[in-house]
């Protein structure tokens, strides 16, 4: 798994894109935990992802990818917790 930003942040907007679940883009935020990605990176590049408009109309489903990178969500959602 190439974990460079910039080609977790392109996967990211891939996965929204292509209106993959919450459960799906967690799935692979956990994957990333286990390599050793943090949540203030992940947070960040959806931050980023948010104010470029890189994704259509989505910004519900990134403001919620946002809750689960900040663990800020229900806890059988948690990944980084």
């Given amino acids: 798994m190439n974990l460079d930003p910039k080609h ?3 996967k ?3 996965m929204i894109n292509a ?3 919450l459960n799906e ?3 692979f935020f956990i994957e990333l935990k286990e390599k050793g990605i943090t949540k203030e990176l992940i947070y960040q590049l ?5 104010n470029e408009n890189s994704v259509n109309n989505n910004e519900d489903f990134i403001l919620e990818l946002m809750d689960v990178a900040s663990d ?3 806890k059988p959602l948690r990944v980084w917790e």
């Fill in 25 to 27: 883009v967690r799935t």
């Fill in 19 to 21: 209106d993959y679940t």
């Fill in 72 to 74: 800020y969500c229900p």
């Fill in 8 to 10: 977790i942040k392109s």
């Fill in 46 to 50: 959806l931050e980023d992802i948010r």
């Fill in 12 to 14: 990211i907007i891939l």
